[in-house]
């Protein structure tokens, strides 16, 4: 009876352990809601990938000249982030990150100089692209390994992944794989020296993040493993691609760049003549502003952090580019108009007219500086548009699910700066 009762409690204090380490796996790797996938949506985005891997293959013969490239640098006149990351701990939090305030001296506006160098980079003559081409060969495919991403969310977490993909590969001399059908080729004018597909037999070890926003310094060192790589899940910091900003400039051109540009112009004009602002198109300041307001989130979204910026928050941004600059037009996107049109309000103020998303993104990345919310979407619209970004201070709520993943000097940019509502 002794023996079998130290079996039973063997047993009991086994099960114990093997169910802790569950609790802290399912913890530590799920995701939740929009940025944590549960684990069938996983699976099947998982299935995606692999079939279309198999397409592709099938469909198009590996390419002989995997080296080859056109790498692009932007042009924008504006400084790149710095190269050196901040000497951070992936998994320290600093929850008093404060938000360095400009002390506005003088009111500045857009030259016509300066509109054009923040434009440039939206034109690539062929003999950039020749030189930009010849200045990736130095690290794309000298060793062999490839590195690709899983298929999730939507364009903002896919831009995410993609760009984190790509200054990954190159901090580690792995061979970026963006697939032929890939939404952010659809969108996007992504060199045709990132491979559409992987070569016959090549396979993949998945690579799990820690964290939503945090910074994953295992990533630094892929190339030791002597594998080719599958990142999961979102990549949601910008450490990952700082060392690649120049490239993605331009790899994140829009496809239809002409015209977006023609029907951007036409709504600025019209602004413009609707608000009496007799001046000209350039000589505008222009502040994108996204409110999300979450409305596609199932309904115990916000008890797991995802809470929303107050109208007080928007006011203060505004205020604050207004002691910056002057010949102010604000621009609103939102998956809310309603609401904004009752809450974000201001003399110089025009809204949203396009229902195309993508076209969205680009009038929110044609603006000069950017008031963004919350969500992937307000990110890559203020990265885009560079020039001066405030961001929601008090998001994610604090103390929540997402709270604890989320590091903000991980998931900001250093020079943006933080208001609370």
């Known amino acids: 009876m002794t023996t079998a009762a130290k079996i039973v409690r063997f047993l009991v204090f086994f099960g114990a352990i093997n169910l802790t380490i569950l609790v802290w796996y399912s913890d530590t790797f799920k995701r939740v809601g929009n940025f944590h996938p549960p684990e069938m949506e996983i699976r099947k985005s998982l299935l995606k990938t692999e079939t279309a891997l198999r397409t592709a293959r099938e469909e198009k013969p590996t390419p002989s000249n995997w080296g080859s490239d056109m790498t692009q640098s932007h042009l924008r006149g504006n400084i790149s982030t710095s190269n050196k990351i901040t000497a951070t701990t992936p998994g320290s939090l600093d929850r008093e990150h404060s938000a360095r305030e400009i002390k506005p001296n003088t009111l500045k506006t857009k030259t016509e100089s300066e509109q054009n160098m923040r434009e440039a980079h939206r034109f690539v003559s062929p003999d950039m692209e020749a030189a930009l081409e010849k200045r990736s060969k130095s690290w794309i495919n000298s060793t062999g390994l490839f590195i690709m991403t899983g298929v999730f969310g939507r364009t903002g977490n896919r831009m995410f992944e993609y760009a984190s993909m790509y200054g990954i590969a190159k901090r580690n001399n792995m061979t970026p794989v963006l697939l032929a059908n890939a939404e952010v080729r659809r969108v996007f004018r992504i060199p045709d020296y990132i491979p559409h597909s992987l070569p016959p037999g090549v396979k993949l070890v998945k690579f799990h993040e820690m964290k939503y926003a945090f910074y994953d310094n295992r990533t630094e060192t892929l190339y030791k493993k002597g ?21 993605l400039k331009q790899h994140f051109r829009f496809r239809k760049e002409a015209e977006f540009r023609r029907e951007i112009n036409a709504f600025f004009d019209i602004a413009l003549l609707e608000l009496g602002m007799n001046i000209k198109r350039d000589k505008v300041t222009y502040i994108g502003i996204h409110a999300r307001n979450w409305k596609d989130l199932h309904t115990n979204a916000h008890e797991r952090g995802y809470n929303v910026a107050p109208s007080s928050y928007y006011t203060k941004a505004m205020r604050y580019f207004e002691n910056i600059y002057k010949n102010i037009l604000f621009i609103v996107l939102s998956d809310d108009m309603s609401w904004c049109k009752k809450n974000v309000q201001h003399p110089r103020i025009r809204y949203n007219p396009f229902n195309d998303s993508i076209l969205s993104l680009a009038l929110l990345g044609s603006c000069n500086h950017t008031i963004m919310s919350v969500g992937t979407f307000s990110w890559w619209g203020a990265w885009l548009a560079g020039g001066d970004v405030v961001y929601f201070k008090d998001w994610p709520k604090p103390g929540t699910y997402l709270w604890w993943r989320t590091n903000h000097e991980d998931y900001f940019p250093p020079n943006w700066v933080g208001i609370s509502g």
Do not use: A, C, G
Not at 231 to 243: D, R
């Open 227 to 247: 594998q080719s790589v599958q990142l999961l899940y979102y990549l949601q910091s910008w450490k990952y691609f700082h060392n690649v900003e120049d490239d």
